[in-house]
């Protein structure tokens, strides 16, 4: 694998940053479609990390997360991002790079969703003030938490499947391999 030279890498970590921002912007500004544009949002991290430059990867999720704190209209909008699916897609490159055996892989990921996740929720209590009992769900406790795991696992399972359509069809765009 040829390594990309600084100044492409700039660029692109630029451009991933740029896209980010405008996805997660449209996030919180359109009234549908938002899954999707912070799921969308998630993506552009692993443009860098794809190209083991994970220290880029790690520049683009922190510049995006800033950027949308101070351009978002709601604070609260870039919370989803910079508390899990900004960083999943870094942790996600880097560990399938390391551990071959897909169960742990699995295992692991939807782990390190779930503690995020929590993070995210203390994070939300504590930083925006947030009333975790004006949420009225008519569902128990261990179904919200079955529900979140496939949520993660469906996550997970696309977010693969958007990282080979990026490594077969548009990488090879960005640095053609000889």
């Known amino acids: 694998m040829r390594k ?29 479609g938002r899954v999707a544009l912070y799921f969308l ?16 990867a790690v520049g683009v999720y922190l510049a995006t997360g800033v950027l949308s704190l101070l351009i978002l209209p709601s604070r609260a909008a870039a919370v989803p991002y910079i508390v899990l699916l900004g960083h999943f897609g870094i942790f996600k490159t880097w560990f399938d790079s390391v551990m071959p055996d897909k169960v742990v892989q699995s295992a692991v990921k939807v ?11 203390f ?12 949420l009225s769900v008519a569902l128990p406790i261990w179904a919200i938490v079955l529900i979140m795991q496939a949520a993660f696992f469906a996550y997970d399972k696309l977010y693969w499947m958007c990282q080979r359509f990026y ?10 391999r000889r």
Do not use: Q
Request: glycine residues 8%; negative net charge; charged residues 10%.
């Open 123 to 134: 994070a939300a209590i504590k930083l925006f003030g947030f009333d975790m009992t004006t």
């Open 4 to 32: 990309l030279s600084g100044a492409k890498l700039i660029s692109i970590g630029a451009m991933c940053t740029a896209l980010g921002v405008l996805c997660l912007y449209a996030a919180a500004v359109l009234p549908t």
């Open 167 to 176: 490594d077969e069809r548009i990488r090879p765009a960005i640095s053609p």
């Open 111 to 121: 782990l390190y969703c779930d503690v995020f996740t929590v993070l995210g929720a």
């Open 41 to 56: 949002a998630s993506l552009f991290v692993y443009v860098p990390a794809a190209e083991s430059a994970y220290l880029g």
